[in-house]
Nanobody
Framework: QVQLVESGGGLVQPGGSLRLSCAAS????????MGWYRQAPGKQRELVAT???????NYADSVKGRFTISRDNTKNTMYLQMNSLKPQDTAVYYC?????????????WGQGTQVTVSS
């Protein structure tokens, strides 16, 4: 199984920035699309951003213009640059990749990293 490890979460003030990273094991990283999802307590997991193997990106309306997703296939790493953070961005952020399953998401998930935006 592919192993995914997120890092970079933490506590920041509103208007601040964080850069999340997701490092993947294996040699098939570059052939799959990847995505960032987030989940707050009591809410469903929601899509934040996706990036295809060729670099095409898509963003949720709530983060468009503030977040940037990118990937470095040589390093098997995906990034999420988060700027102008708001309290409503508070959630556990998960990276996702692999062949698409029945739920419409990749089969492989990281353990998640907590992002808290508060003054």
């Amino acid at each position: 199984q592919v192993q995914l490890v997120e890092s970079g979460g933490g506590l920041v003030q509103p208007g601040g920035s964080l850069r999340l990273s997701c490092a993947a094991s294996g040699s098939i990283f570059s052939i799959y699309a990847m995505g960032w999802y987030r989940q707050a307590p009591g809410k469903q997991r929601e899509l934040v951003a996706t990036i295809t193997s060729g670099g095409s990106t898509n963003y949720a309306d709530s983060v468009k213009g503030r977040f940037t997703i990118s990937r470095d296939n040589t390093k098997n790493t995906m990034y999420l640059q988060m700027n102008s953070l708001k309290p409503q961005d508070t959630a556990v952020y998960y990276c996702n990749t692999g062949p698409i399953g029945v739920a419409g998401m990749g089969d492989y998930w990281g353990q998640g990293t907590q992002v808290t935006v508060s003054s």
